[in-house]
């Protein structure tokens, strides 16, 4: 079931027309950094684009944080919105279950496919920020951490490594959140304008003082931490918090999409 | 298995996730009997004591905006999130973290070291006889050691317990009985192992919501590696060694002043090499005075009297600002005057202005110090 899903996934021309389209926005800044040599004011960029006109290959660091807050969760509720209400929708759904699996399996199959998405569209951003940021930003090695002590070469390969993987388990809330309401509704733009819907306001109540106490529980809360992969010593706190939000939304909104999925009655 | 069985499994896995972290916060905190004064000398005793962890605070002060104070504004009117290290007074490190970068001070012995990740930037300097705040004394243990440094006993009453950073923590409220203070009270609760301050709130008087909350989100007693804060140049950044850290600093050095022993009835610091600048009184009624040249004094006059509750005194506009009260006067040849700020009342900033006119003049002077 998951091979089929995967291969499906792999095939669609929508799948990699979704992934170059969330790689040209970190293309474009690259360019624009490259031809204007003119960084962001301290404080004012994401994360690492400061640093990548001295040293390029920071630059898939940079291209996560650019992307990580709106075009991939944007990306990923449209994909993760499409698995169930995409099948309601053009009337497959009937027919898909008519094989022999579990409903549970199915749902299962769908969220791996959509993580598999993630993954590749984080692999692609990361490999042609890297070929980008090597070829036209700086070629100075900063070699430095966030704390200003040297990194070997290793570390920083294996923070990177790290740094991609936290991006990637970030996108499982809203992945989860999308396949619930992918269950729930039989539009994929509904079920992927919910999950949007969540994100916005997990973003607003994070500005809000009044709001502090629910902070921690935010989808959106922990997104950015990846760059604490790269001080040093390196701050697990909010990585492992994040880590931990993240698992917990699968649990819940998986859980709820599988009890109200198992139990569906399928007409279209 | 029913629909309703999935739902009960996915309620409770909900409940789960919520609670697990809400019932760890709420366990219940120590209920020890000490005294207030018990409190306040396991407080005062802590103050060697070493320490490190993840520090958030929250200034709600807006202060006026001048070139040589624009880092006043962010540590009194946002939130600082901060790592630290702390051995002793003298071999500490603590980093602002922010979502792009941060900011490091560390201190080893008389010299201290600031990096700057988005700047690459690095900048050396001694330790000042007298500065303006910076990041460090947002820290719960610096600001009570500044505010709680002189409080009477009498002036202190219990709190209940609370828990913080996963810590049993005693409270301690400090009310001020000076009439000249314009503080309402202070609200620190202390590490009942350690004594370390690990919460601390600032109230303006007439105030319910603090004007300032530091609070550890984690916490461990003990000293650091010496890794830690060793700290070397990295490729590719800048090194500055500014001749003064601050405009306090340069004041107290160069400029031809010399303030008076007492002003409104408060006597000056006893701190060796102050100078030009003074500090008053101590605790919760604190004035800080500093002279300031015409290119610092005039753009921040303008700035105060554009605020729109800029009360003018006799000697010159003044802001309240929660606690902390600001004027600046004028000098009678100049648009230099001097920046008196504190935690005092209108009318005590206005007679403080007033006995500076008492201030002697000295010669302009070079400084090594």
Do not use: C
Not at chain 1, 45 to 68: E, H, K, N, R, Y
Not at chain 2, 123 to 130: I, K, L, S
């Amino acid at each position: 079931m998951i091979g089929v899903e995967l291969r499906k996934m792999l095939r669609s021309r929508r799948t990699w027309v979704t992934i170059l389209l969330i790689n040209a926005l970190p293309t474009l800044v690259g360019v624009l950094l490259a031809v204007t040599d003119l960084g962001p004011r301290p404080g004012s960029g994401p994360a690492f684009l400061s640093a990548v006109l001295s040293d390029g290959t920071l630059f898939p660091l940079a291209a996560v944080a650019i992307v990580l807050p709106l075009f991939l969760p944007t990306a990923v509720a449209v994909v993760a919105g499409e698995a169930i209400a995409g099948e309601a929708q053009a009337g497959t759904l009937r027919y898909v279950l008519a094989r022999p699996v579990g409903r549970t399996r199915l749902l299962v199959a769908k969220l791996v496919s959509v993580v598999v998405f993630v993954i590749l569209a984080v692999l692609v951003v990361a490999l042609s920020a890297y070929v980008l940021g090597s070829f036209l930003l700086g070629d100075q090695p900063v070699s430095a951490s966030v704390s200003g002590t040297t990194l070997t070469s290793g570390q920083i390969a294996w923070r990177t490594a790290l740094a991609l993987g936290y991006a990637v388990l970030s996108m499982l809330g809203v992945a989860a959140i999308a396949l619930f309401l992918s269950t729930i509704v039989e539009s994929p733009l509904a079920a992927a304008m919910g999950a949007l819907a969540v994100l916005i306001g997990s973003s607003l109540l994070l500005t809000l003082d009044a709001a502090n106490s629910l902070s921690p529980f935010l989808p959106t809360r922990y997104w950015l931490s990846f760059i604490d992969l790269f001080r040093d010593p390196i701050l697990w706190r909010n990585v492992v918090r994040g880590t931990g939000l993240q698992l917990a939304y699968v649990a819940v909104f998986l859980g709820a999409a599988w009890a109200h999925f198992t139990t569906k009655d399928i007409t279209d | 298995m029913t629909s309703l069985h999935r739902w009960l499994i996915v309620a409770l896995t909900t409940a789960l996730a919520i609670g697990t972290p809400l019932t760890l916060r709420a366990l219940p905190a120590s209920d020890s009997t000490s005294t207030p004064a018990e409190r306040l000398d396991q407080l005062r005793a802590s103050v060697n004591e070493p320490y490190s962890g993840y520090v958030e605070s929250l200034g709600t002060l807006q202060l006026p905006v001048a070139d040589e104070l624009n880092e006043l504004g962010p540590l009194f009117g946002e939130r600082t999130r901060m790592r630290v290290w702390w051995n002793d007074p003298t071999l500490w490190r603590v980093d602002r973290l922010t979502a792009t970068g941060e900011e490091d001070l560390i201190r080893d012995g008389n010299a201290t070291t600031q990096w700057e990740y988005e700047g690459t930037k690095i900048t050396h300097t001694r330790e000042p006889a007298v500065r303006l705040p910076r990041l460090s004394d947002l820290l719960p243990p610096e600001l009570a050691r500044y505010l709680l440094s002189d409080v009477d006993a009498a002036d202190v009453s219990a709190l209940s317990s609370d828990r913080i950073a996963g810590r049993s923590a005693l409270g301690l409220r400090v009310t001020p009985s000076d009439a000249r203070s314009s503080v309402e009270r202070v609200d620190v609760w202390i590490d009942e192992a350690s004594g370390i301050p690990l919460r601390l709130s600032l109230f303006a008087a007439g105030s319910s919501n603090p004007a300032l909350t530091s609070t550890f989100l984690d916490f461990a007693p003990g000293a650091s590696s010496p890794e830690v804060f060793d700290f070397r140049h990295p490729r590719g950044s800048t090194v500055e060694r500014p001749q003064v850290v601050d405009v306090a600093d340069a004041a107290n050095r160069f400029a031809p002043f010399r303030p008076p022993p007492t002003v409104a009835d408060l006597p000056r610091s006893p701190a060796r090499d102050l100078r030009g600048v003074a500090v008053y009184g101590d605790g919760l009624t604190q004035v800080l005075v500093i002279p300031l040249w015409d290119d610092i004094a005039a753009p921040l006059r303008n700035q105060l009297l554009d605020t729109q509750t800029v009360v003018q005194l006799t000697q010159g506009p003044a802001l309240s600002v929660g606690p902390l009260g600001i004027l600046l006067t004028r000098f009678l040849r100049s648009d230099g005057g001097w920046l008196i700020a504190g935690t005092v009342t209108a009318e005590t900033l206005d007679q403080v202005a007033i006995d500076l006119r008492g201030a002697r003049i000295t010669p302009p002077q070079l400084s090594n110090s």
